[in-house]
């Protein structure tokens, strides 16, 4: 820290987002600090003497030496309250809606374009003892997720004042603890976790409503997935389609670094989607964090915590949360060259030091837990990595496959085979799935384990035949091989294959996902059983077994029947060839 006996400041050097001032007393590192006339927002990142170093989060144009520099006092925070629902901010959580076409700079201290009220509801009274994490009351917005207002972390005791129900502006003082007060929005700082009473052990699955994932590579509420994939693999699509189908309460997806188009078009679809679970609007429990490539880099850098943090807070209401990111690659890169520029040695392919510990502590803010007011809440992160050209041996996804419970690797193969989800059997795995596995048993679903088998076998037995078929042909494989490669082909088609424009089958429920998961190794056991009853392996090949492949796009995505029907129809066209 300074010498806190200094004041304002001045400019000393500028280059690009990189600025040193002096004669700021009283800073520590990561506080903030108000830059120029126009009090650009920046976090000091490095004390030397009296000299700060610091980092800018918006365009530095026009900011020159002599400029004032103030200490704001405290680390980038996060304003927690309602209004976060069905909103759009950028990577300081600041309201972008009113935003023009090009983002001007602005204060860090500039939040919403003007005055909101929200309605009040009391859940306590007057005299009522309450803790950490406590409800003392809730405001209803338009979505389906009501936003408790909750007694911060360290506020113990009495209520001596409760305000009446109505409406009340966003930092308005709506109850008094032991003489603390407690605003409908309060402030958290974004790097640091947001505390608990314990972690949870307990797995739950997150469905996805994706059968490749759901079935093969499940993921448990409070888990973490890394979705590595070059460039046209269908990162963005897939994790736009977790994102409407999944199972969360609350969604935050974060932009971090990615294209305008993309982001806009998310934003598009999000806000014309009707969220299937409430029939209202998606976007209603959605909170958008945007943060495009233009963006200065240590706004794309703030903006994974700031996201994260969003998560937390709706966790501690007792909420299940999903975090995407989209990208953590880009994150990296605003990492590489946020140490570039402070002079930090580099490490592999440019990247800091410390770049494994800063991707562990970002996933590490994931988990299922009790809340410090005994409601239970998870945050699941799933990060989307870009590998330049497709090298998945390069830090970062190589880093991030260490410290997550999930890997969804995108092929590029698959990709311009057209089969999506590109997601790769063979190079993804999942942690979560032996006791997801068990869970099942004990719950409603005792044979979700030896239906992930039989489909994770036949994939398998097709995989290692397929350098053989491309060498010799499969003509010169046995009958009892040509079943499995031409099994094979039926699971990727009829199970895995899954369009996200496709009206029916965009979303697969639990039901429809078993039903296809057991009609197709029905129908493969069926054509081994023919061939090793002496029917020749060319005649199976000729078998048109389109009322199997068809059976995912007719079924509805609760619809078992469907799925039995033509598994039926296709086992008695098998028939006709004894």
């Known amino acids: 820290m300074t010498d806190p006996s200094g004041g304002n400041g001045r400019v ?9 001032a002096e004669g700021l007393g ?30 800018a989060y918006e365009y530095t144009g026009g900011l020159a030496p002599g400029m004032p520099a103030r200490a704001l006092g405290r680390p980038l925070t996060a304003a927690l309250g309602p209004g976060l629902l069905g909103g759009i901010f950028d990577g300081l959580l600041r309201p972008l809606p009113a935003a023009g076409t090009w983002l001007a ?10 005055p909101r009220t929200w309605e009040f509801t009391p859940v306590a009274v007057r005299g009522d003892r309450v803790a950490p994490g406590d409800a003392v009351g809730e405001c209803r917005e338009a979505g389906p997720v009501p936003v408790r207002i909750m007694a911060p972390p360290g506020c113990t005791g009495r209520i001596d004042y409760i305000a009446e129900g109505g409406p009340y502006a966003e930092d308005a003082v709506v109850a008094r603890v032991g003489g603390t007060e407690v605003r409908m929005t309060t402030r958290w700082p974004v790097r640091r976790p947001r505390p608990v009473r314990e972690r949870l052990g307990t797995v739950r699955p997150l469905h996805t409503g994706q059968r490749v994932i759901d079935l093969l590579f499940p993921v448990a509420l409070g888990s973490t997935v890394a979705v590595p994939g070059g460039f046209g693999t269908g990162k963005t699509v897939l994790l736009q389609q977790i994102a409407k189908w999944c199972d969360a309460d609350v969604i935050v997806y974060v932009g971090c670094g990615e294209r305008g188009n993309e982001m806009a078009d998310v934003i598009a679809e999000f806000t014309a989607l009707t969220d299937p679970r409430t029939g209202g609007r998606l ?128 092929d590029r193969d698959l990709a311009y085979a057209r089969h999506y989800p590109a997601v790769s059997w063979a190079e993804s795995f999942s942690r979560d799935a032996e006791t997801l596995g068990a869970h099942r048993a004990a719950a409603d679903d005792p044979d979700w384990t030896v239906r992930r088998a039989r489909v994770a076998d036949l994939l398998a037995e097709a995989d290692r035949l397929a350098d053989l078929v491309d060498l010799l042909g499969i003509t010169a494989l046995p009958d009892g091989e040509r079943v499995s ?10 199970v895995l294959q899954q369009s996200a424009l496709s009206a029916r089958d965009a979303y697969s429920g639990p039901e429809k996902t078993a039903a296809l998961a057991e009609a197709v190794p029905a129908v493969v056991a069926r054509c081994r059983e023919l061939a090793a009853a002496g029917v020749p392996a060319s005649r199976l090949e000729e078998v048109d077994f389109s009322p199997l492949l068809r059976a995912r796009e007719e079924a509805e ?22």
């Open 12 to 20: 000393l050097r500028v280059a690009g987002p990189l600025v040193e």
């Open 26 to 55: 009283g800073t520590a590192m990561n506080d903030l600090v108000a830059l120029g006339e126009t009090e650009l927002p920046g976090e000091i990142v490095a004390i030397r003497d009296s000299v700060i170093t610091v980092q």
């Open 105 to 114: 700079p602005r204060s860090v201290e500039e939040d919403s374009p003007a």
């Open 283 to 410: 976007a209603d429990r959605t909170v958008i964090v945007a943060n495009t490539s233009n963006m200065p880099m240590m706004a794309r850098e703030a903006s994974i915590h700031t996201g994260v943090t969003v998560a937390e807070y709706f966790r501690d209401m007792g909420l299940d949360v999903v975090v995407i990111a989209d990208s953590t690659s880009r994150w990296a890169e605003a990492l590489r060259e946020f140490a570039s520029r402070t002079g930090a040695l580099p490490a592999e392919e440019g990247y800091p030091a410390g770049l494994a510990s800063a991707i562990a502590a970002f996933y590490e803010r994931a988990g299922a837990v009790t809340t410090l007011g005994g409601r239970q809440g998870s945050v699941t992160v799933i990060g989307a990595v870009s590998p330049p050209g497709g090298d998945m041996a390069e830090p970062v996804t190589a880093h991030t496959q260490r410290f997550v419970r999930c890997l969804w690797t995108l």
């Open 485 to 494: 490669v031409l099994g094979g082909r039926l699971v990727r088609e009829g």
């Open 557 to 578: 995505p609760h619809d078992r029947t469907t799925v039995e029907g033509l598994r039926d129809a296709m086992l008695a066209r098998l028939g006709e060839l004894t």
